[in-house]
């Protein structure tokens, strides 16, 4: 039988889900604004890609250790909040700026407010949450991923077609605020869960040492970094090709994205999860073995979408090609946090996403960006043969996470029985 959890936890790890909807709301929300904010400002497609991840990206990652140290000592939900309310203001102000380079600058604010969540969330799940319950309940906290994409696509394509861009960045990026509020008001920091006192037969070792040491954590790395290649990019490129690919208009590229994001999203985040605490009572690395499957399923997906000759089988596609996008979430921070001790989630958590975003969202989208800007054909075309990479990744990663799986089964993970170093 699971152990129980309490309702304080799970009202807790609903309003951390409701944050990561925001979160990924004002993250995402500039994709289905490339086009307009393209026209407007004359902007070159690796322009676009250096809005749309690399702004972003810069802090968000280069914050994520320290922000991971930070919350591995402060008060959690405080720090959550004021990174919300930080996020917010800077993608509500958005709206005012008039360059490439004011955008950016909002952008890069939005990432360093949104530093603060992945650390301390993952840190107050994995204490609010029992291990054989903790990918189910960081599926739910992802499933704030497809809620808050497809909320973007949804309300961002109506309301920039019918009252411009610009005014959908503040409408959609103010009330965090509120959110930010109610995160004080009703979450209560728990009690940190220790780790069981380990008897060191060895000097502590810092813990970027361990990983790269552990080829089981090295292959959790390289997989997911590969994976979120592939899952960024269905955000971040797939409203331009359908819209260029079918000639259709903002407000339905929007519907149509932004259905299969929220169905097909929910649909892989709570599979994925409990899938993938299934797997994991049958063997040590069933979760990667999981996302393996989901990887190969990506890749396929990906495939269908750049092949799709109308709207509807697009869609279908992208409905599957969201679900296997998101089922690695849960599993990915679960496997994470039985890999380090309690004391260094936070640390290992902005490690992860240091690692993971760096790759997924730095250096990806421009090279996508520069393979569009000098490829041959229209922009269809163009971003058609730039997103074969996408398939190609999804086929890297299954093979990373497989190796990964394998070496969890083999050894005892050594990270599971060391000291840290601070």
């Excluded at 309690?342 to 992860?352: L, S």
Aim: proline share 6%.
């Amino acid at each position: 039988m699971l152990p129980p959890v309490s309702a304080a936890a799970w009202r807790a790890l609903l309003l951390l889900a409701l944050v990561y909807t925001f979160n990924f709301l004002d993250r995402t929300l500039i994709y289905i604004l490339f086009g307009p904010i393209k026209a407007e400002l004359a902007l070159s497609e690796t322009q676009l890609a250096l809005l749309g991840s690399t702004s972003f990206v810069l802090f968000y990652t280069a914050l994520g250790v320290p922000f991971g140290r930070l919350a591995d000592r402060v008060h959690r939900v405080r720090m959550i909040a004021g990174g919300l309310a930080l996020w917010s203001l800077a993608s509500a102000a958005t709206a005012w700026a008039h360059s490439f380079e004011a955008i950016f600058l909002c952008r890069v604010l939005v990432g360093v407010g949104e530093a603060t969540l992945g650390p301390a969330a993952i840190s107050l799940i994995a204490d609010l949450f029992p291990a054989e319950r903790r990918a189910t309940a960081s599926a739910t906290f992802g499933a704030g991923v497809p809620i808050g994409a497809g909320i973007a696509l949804f309300a961002g394509g109506a309301i920039a077609q019918s009252l411009g861009w610009r005014t959908a960045f503040w409408l959609l990026g103010l009330p965090g605020l509120v959110l930010a509020g109610a995160l004080l008001a009703l979450v209560s920091e728990p009690r940190r869960v220790a780790a069981a006192a380990p008897q060191p037969t060895a000097p502590p070792t810092p813990l970027l040492a361990r990983v790269l040491r552990d080829p089981a954590a090295r292959a959790h790395l390289a997989g997911y970094a590969l994976f979120a290649v592939a899952a960024n990019a269905v955000a971040m490129w797939s409203p331009s090709l359908v819209a260029a690919r079918f000639e259709l208009e903002l407000a339905t590229v929007g519907t149509l994205l932004g259905a299969c994001t929220v169905l097909g999203g929910l649909l892989g985040s709570a599979l994925g999860g409990g899938l993938a605490d299934r797997w994991r009572r049958r063997t040590e690395g069933g979760r990667m073995r999981f996302t393996a499957s989901a990887a190969v399923g990506c890749g396929l997906a990906w495939t269908a979408l750049l092949l799709a000759t109308n709207p509807w089988l697009a869609a279908v596609a992208l409905f599957a090609l969201c679900a296997c996008a998101l089922a690695w979430l849960g599993p990915a921070m679960a496997d994470l946090t039985e890999m380090v001790p309690a004391e260094a989630r936070g640390r290992a958590v902005g490690g992860y996403y240091l690692v993971v975003n760096l790759v997924g969202y730095g250096i990806a989208p421009p090279l996508l960006g520069l393979l569009v800007d000098h490829g041959q054909g229209e922009r269809a075309e163009r971003l058609a043969a730039a997103l074969v990479a996408c398939p190609v990744a999804c086929c890297v990663a299954a093979l990373f996470l497989w190796r990964g799986a394998h070496a969890r089964e083999r050894d005892v993970p050594p990270l599971e029985s060391g000291v840290l170093s601070a």
